[in-house]
DNA sequence: GTGTTGACCACAG
DNA sequence: GCTGTGGCCAACA
């Protein structure tokens, strides 16, 4: 039942399920969270592969700039499943995306 | 051990 | 505003 992960992963979903519903955060913000501040792209990479699939809100993790980014179920699903969160979506961005934006502490 | 790939980021033009 | 380029890190062949 136990996944072998390595401690990157493990980092990455817990950065996620920390999201709080009707908050968005970005890949750069998850590596600075998990001492990796220079591995976005290695995040990104964690949650493709996304062994905790429906625990985590992966949805919930967008690019830096605001726009989704991608997502393995269809960029769609993310968009859709955000405004269902109660954030707007415009132009495939996040609007009002600054102040939507969580930061872990 | 080496090279490629990827849900990225920042900068330059 | 968009495109191209270099760089970063981890997983996979």
Redesign the pocket.
């Known amino acids: 039942m136990n996944k072998k992960?390595?401690k990157?992963?493990q980092e990455v979903y817990e950065a996620c399920s920390r999201i709080p519903l009707g908050r968005v955060s970005?890949?750069?913000d998850i590596a600075v969270y998990i001492k990796?501040p220079?591995?976005?792209?290695?995040?990104?990479?964690?949650?493709?592969?996304?062994p905790y699939a429906p625990k985590v809100p992966?949805?919930r993790?967008v690019?830096?700039?605001g726009s989704l980014?991608?997502?393995?179920l269809g960029s769609l699903k993310k968009e859709f499943l955000l405004s269902h969160e109660g954030l707007k979506i415009l132009k495939g961005k996040i609007r009002d995306f600054k102040q939507s934006r969580y930061s872990f502490e």
Do not use: P, Q
Request: hydrophobic share 30%; aromatic share 10%.
């Open positions: 992960i390595t990157f992963e970005t890949y750069k990796r220079s591995s976005a792209r290695a995040v990104g990479n964690a949650l493709n592969r996304n992966c949805h993790v690019r830096s700039d980014g991608g997502f393995a």
